[in-house]
C-alpha cells in the first residue's frame, strides 16, 4: 500500500510526539510507577522516529528529525531546572541520535544498491531474510560505535574533574584517541563492505599480487612471534582486480594473527589445478573455531574475538565472489584454521 508524504510525515510526528511523552515519563511511569527499567529504554524510543523519517524522508529527513527530537526532549534543560545538567551526557546523547539517522541512511543506500546492482544474486532472499540481515547490520553497527562513545563519555566527564592529576589527564587523553580510531575504523570497514567500489578486472598474476600482500605484513608478524611461510607457484594468472585480492589476503592474514600465539606459523599456499582454478591455501595451527561458530564466520558483523566490528571475512567472501570464485573455512577447536580460495584461471574465467 502506497502512503502520501503527508500521511508518512504525519505518523512521523505522531510517532515523535508518543516517544517524547514515554521520554517525560508521561506514560509508562503513570502506569508501572517509578522502575529502573523504564530510565533505560525510554531515551532509546526517541530513535524510533529518527530510524522511520530516515527510511521514509531519506537522510536529510532524518537529520532534520534528530535536531528537533534533540531540542524538545531537551526543555527542560533550555528553560533551566532544579538539576544541573551533564552536557558531557547530553552531548553525546544527542550525537547518537545524529548518528542513527546517519546510520540508517547508509543503510538503506546500502540495501538499495544492492537490490540494483546485485539483484540476481539476491532475488532468492525471501523477505524475512532481508529483514534479520538488516537486523544483524545495524545490532552490530550500535554495538561497535555505542561502546566506544560511552568510553568517550567517560572520558570526558573525567577530564572535567578538576581533582585528577596530570598523569590521569594524559591517560585520558589517549582513551579518548584510541576510542576515535576505533570508531573511525569500524566505519571504514563498513564503508568498504557497504560500498566496495568498481571492480577493475584485468589480467594479473596471482603469484606477484600474494607476493606483494605478503610483505608489508611479514614484520608485524615478527613481532608478534608469528613466522609466514609461502610456497606459491610460479606466474598463475587470473582475471582479477589486484588492489582487491590484497585486501582479501591481508583480512585473512590478520585474523590467522589474530588467532595464533607467539612461536606460531602462517602457511601460504598457491598452485593451479586441473579443473582450471587457482587454489589460495592460508593455513594457521591457532585456536581454531568451534562448530557452532563456523557456519556463521563469513555474516557481516559476526565474531568471536573481544575486539573489531567482524566484517573482515563478509569482505573477503564478497571479493572472492566477484571473481567467481568460492571461499571455504576448515577449522576444528585448538587445532588450527585453513582458508581456501578458489578463483577461475586467465583462460578459465574467460571462458565464463
Known amino acids: 500500500m502506497h502512503m502520501s508524504s503527508n500521511s508518512k510525515r504525519i505518523i512521523i510526528a ?9 521520554y517525560y515519563g508521561l506514560i509508562l511511569e503513570p502506569i508501572f510507577g517509578q522502575k529502573g527499567w523504564i530510565d533505560v529504554i525510554s531515551g532509546r524510543f526517541l530513535y524510533i522516529p529518527i530510524i522511520i523519517a530516515t527510511l521514509w524522508l531519506g537522510v536529510r529527513g532524518g537529520l532534520l528529525t534528530a535536531g528537533i527530537i534533540s531540542v524538545l526532549s531537551r526543555l527542560v534543560l533550555i528553560k533551566g531546572g532544579t538539576v544541573k545538567p551533564d552536557w558531557a551526557v547530553e552531548f553525546t546523547e544527542i550525537l547518537i541520535c545524529f548518528v542513527v539517522a546517519l546510520i540508517t541512511a547508509v543503510l538503506v543506500k546500502h540495501e538499495r544498491s544492492l537490490s540494483r546492482g546485485r539483484e540476481q544474486r539476491y532475488h532468492h532472499l525471501e523477505n524475512s531474510k532481508q529483514i534479520s540481515g538488516m537486523k544483524q547490520i545495524s545490532s552490530g553497527i550500535a554495538h561497535e560505535i555505542k561502546n566506544p562513545l560511552n568510553a568517550i563519555k567517560n572520558a570526558i566527564e573525567r577530564a572535567n574533574d ?12 589517549e582513551i579518548l584517541i584510541r ?16 560500498q566496495p567500489g568498481d571492480i577493475k578486472l584485468t589480467k594479473i598474476d596471482l603469484s606477484e599480487t600474494i607476493r606483494s600482500a605478503i610483505s608489508p605484513i611479514e614484520e608485524h608478524g615478527k613481532r608478534e612471534g608469528i613466522t609466514i611461510f609461502s610456497d606459491i607457484m610460479g606466474q598463475v594468472f587470473i582475471n582479477g582486480d589486484a588492489e582487491k585480492i590484497r585486501e582479501m589476503i591481508l583480512n585473512i592474514l590478520l585474523n590467522a594473527f589474530q588467532a595464533s600465539g607467539r612461536g606460531s606459523t602462517v602457511n601460504v599456499t598457491l598452485e593451479e589445478q586441473k579443473d582450471g582454478m587457482a587454489r589460495i ?12 561458530h563456523i557456519d556463521k564466520i563469513f555474516d557481516p558483523f559476526y565474531t568471536v574475538k573481544s575486539d573489531g566490528p567482524g ?12 571473481h567467481l570464485g ?6 576444528r577447536s585448538l587445532q588450527g584454521t585453513t582458508v581456501e580460495v578458489l578463483i577461475p584461471l586467465y583462460k578459465a574465467s574467460i571462458k565464463k
Open 281 to 292: 591455501g592460508i593455513t594457521d595451527n591457532g585456536s581454531g573455531i568451534s562448530d557452532e
Open 14 to 22: 505522531a510517532t515523535a510526539m508518543f516517544s517524547l511523552l514515554v
Open 179 to 194: 576510542q576515535v580510531k576505533r570508531i573511525d575504523g569500524t566505519v571504514n570497514e563498513f564503508l568498504a563492505y557497504a
Open 326 to 331: 568460492t571461499v571455504s573455512i576448515n577449522s
Open 311 to 322: 566484517l573482515g571475512l563478509a569482505i573477503v567472501e564478497s571479493i572472492v565472489e566477484d
Open 162 to 173: 578538576s581533582e585528577i592529576s596530570e598523569e590521569e589527564r594524559v591517560a585520558n587523553n
